[in-house]
């Protein structure tokens, strides 16, 4: 076992489920988490079945009696202690990231940044849950609208960030007053159980345990349970396109609240006169980086027609020197994919490709060594090719030469997804053209950086089949509580709004 398996307290076999205290025998089955750049098994989970979940529901709702009467700024304070435990384990958070879900250790170690962030972020927060007051059209009234906890929140994360996406919606939800049941992939299973650990110690030492829990479980057991529960006023859910699909008519069909941040087909659109080191190396990091599992990932780029061949011969280049390896390892730029599975939908989308009219320009194929790896690959593809509305979760980067800006911004609109977007160039009007009403349709529009390593400050999500969410700063937690109008009279006459007169004076 490693050094920062240990010193986070990973065993051979783990309680996958806590109320507050991890349950010493959970009764759903055991899983197992494979490191993807060996496909060796790295430790084992016990999963929530059975009662397991109730326990769980239990836990947060009772939890919640006490949270919400806290004042919010207390809440901060102990959401305050949570970033500096993080802060004090990143370094083998961050190496548990990248060891069991594959990410580079700076990315893994980012991704820890990332979580610290916005636990700062909250603590913030915690002193500025600002409601409006209104001024009333009827004498001597007041008007006002105020901000109350929610309840549980049911918080659904996806493989390729284990950690931040919990902690974007845990951070907020925590200083709005909520409890909140954390169900994680089941493909990256250790990093929540290293995260719960801390939460549950400082929780705990805070006097109130069980406000943040864990349930990791299949669909079946957990997914479903917590999805369909009239206990659960609002699921937060990271994933593919067809998941928040169900998710989302299953939490309507309750009328519950769901909060999706699901699929992005992200485009970069390169104008002659960009700087073309900067787009370089911007398109590398958002179509390379992560192996291209972010869902900001870069997967179509638009090169109007001057500089087109340039760029394409530039980034064929940077794309052969991509050095592939173990991502804990110095110098590594890309990782595995998480999985077997991931390769075949890797390799299904290349004989798709082929088969559509698509030129491989670099990549295309599995790299030969132990592990889920495969090559970083550029695609020169034409608008007919239907698989470019598709998101494939892998590096695989599909090159469009555009004649103008119009033309670019059509076919970057054209697809199902509105996730992130971004334009590089040096030409004021073009920029301001993309962030307009009739640029951009996505929830991030980018100048001259590119489309993934958002900042946790601004409000994360994207338009269309990406869900309409928004996570992580600005106001987004406002998604997290509930709003109430408030008119209190404090004359002795009874004015009805609108000029109403209802029966005697
Ligand atoms: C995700 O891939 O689900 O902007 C989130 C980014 C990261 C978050 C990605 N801050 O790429």
Redesign the pocket.
């Known amino acids: 076992m490693k050094d920062f398996l240990r010193e986070l307290g990973i065993q051979e076999v783990n309680s996958g489920v806590s109320t507050g205290v991890f349950l010493e025998a959970p009764s759903g089955k055991e899983i197992e988490s494979v490191e993807p750049s060996t496909g060796k098994v790295i430790a084992r989970v016990r999963t929530a079945g059975g009662e397991d979940y109730e326990q769980v529901v239990a836990a947060c709702d009772n939890a919640f009696q006490t949270w919400r009467m806290l004042p919010a700024p207390k809440r901060g304070e102990v959401v305050r202690r949570l970033g500096e435990e993080l802060r004090r384990y990143k370094k083998p958070l961050g190496a548990l990231i990248s060891h069991e879900m594959g990410k580079i250790r700076t990315e893994g170690e980012g991704e820890v940044q ?1 979580m610290i962030d916005i636990a700062d972020f909250a603590v913030g927060l915690s002193r500025q849950l600002y409601g409006n007051t209104m001024h009333s059209e009827r004498p001597l009234h007041r008007m006002y609208e105020q901000w109350h906890s929610l309840g549980i929140v049911g918080i659904i994360t ?1 493989f ?2 284990p950690g ?2 919990w902690a974007w919606n845990s951070m907020i939800a925590a200083v709005c007053g909520d409890t909140m049941i954390w169900k994680p992939s089941s493909k990256v299973p250790l990093t929540a159980i290293a995260v719960q650990r801390i939460c549950d110690r400082v929780l705990a030492e805070a006097g109130h345990p069980g406000v943040m829990a864990l349930a990791i479980g299949s669909s079946k057991d957990v997914g479903n349970k917590l999805v369909n529960d009239r206990r659960v006023p609002l699921i937060s859910a ?1 994933g593919s396109c067809r998941m928040g699909a169900q998710v989302g008519t299953a939490v309507a069909q309750r009328f519950g609240r769901s909060l999706l ?1 699901l699929g ?1 087909n992200n485009g970069i659109i390169v104008l002659d006169d960009a700087d073309l080191d900067l787009a370089t190396r911007g398109i590398l990091f958002g179509a390379v980086g ?1 192996a291209g ?5 870069t997967r179509r780029l638009f090169l109007q027609k001057g500089i087109a061949k340039d760029l394409t011969a530039r980034l064929v280049k940077a794309y052969q020197s991509v050095k592939i390896g173990d991502p804990l390892e110095a110098g590594t730029v890309m990782g595995p994919l998480i999985d077997k599975g991931a390769v075949d939908e890797f390799l299904a989308a290349i004989e798709t490709i082929r088969k559509q009219g698509g030129e491989i320009l670099t990549g295309g194929k599995v790299v030969d060594r132990p592990g889920f790896f495969v090559q970083p690959t550029l695609v020169k593809a034409n608008p007919r090719m239907e698989i470019v509305g598709e998101e494939t979760f892998a590096p695989i980067l599909y090159v469009f030469q555009i004649d103008d800006l119009e033309e670019a911004i059509r076919l970057h609109n054209g697809v199902r997804q509105g996730l ?1 977007s971004a334009i590089f160039t040096r030409n004021l009007q073009a920029a301001e053209r993309f962030l307009s009403h009739a640029g951009s349709d996505c929830g ?1 529009a980018n100048v001259n950086i590119g ?6 400050g601004g409000a ?1 999500g994207g338009e269309k089949e990406t869900g309409g969410g928004r996570e992580a700063g600005s106001d987004s937690w406002k998604f997290y509580m509930r709003r109430q109008t408030n008119t209190i009279n404090w004359s002795s006459e009874l004015p009805l709004a609108q000029g109403v007169e209802f029966g005697g004076s």
């Open positions: 990332e996806a390729n960030f931040a996406v990271t941040e992005g992560t599992q972010r869902c900001t990932s992130s991030i489309t993934s390593g958002a900042e946790i994360f």
